[in-house]
Nanobody, 115 residues
């Protein structure tokens, strides 16, 4: 059974940066699509960014120009570089991936942007 594990969250001041990581268990996992979602308390979960196995990327309007999603060459790891962070970026960030017909979610990592 594949598991996704996020890391890299924490407390950062407005204007600061964080780099989130998501790694799939099992050395032979290779994703079709990896996505980053986020969910603030009381809010809906929203898609932040995605990357396909061929390297194509898409971003939400809020993330575009500030965040960058990348993947490792083995296609079992994805990163989200977050720059110019704002308080409204505060949320639990989740990675998500589909491989064939299977869909996987990580446990989430908390990002808090505050002075």
């Amino acid at each position: 059974q594949v598991q996704l594990v996020e890391s890299g969250g924490g407390l950062v001041q407005p204007g600061g940066s964080l780099r989130l990581s998501c790694t799939a268990s099992g050395s032979n996992f290779s994703f079709d699509v990896m996505r980053w979602y986020r969910q603030a308390p009381g809010a809906k979960r929203e898609l932040v960014a995605l990357i396909t196995s061929d390297g194509s990327t898409k971003y939400s309007a809020s993330a575009k120009g500030r965040f960058a999603i990348t993947s490792g060459t083995a296609k079992n790891t994805v990163y989200l570089q977050m720059n110019s962070l704002r308080p409204e970026d505060t949320a639990v960030y989740y990675c998500n991936s589909n491989k064939g017909l299977a869909l996987y979610w990580g446990q989430g990592t908390q990002v808090t942007v505050s002075s």
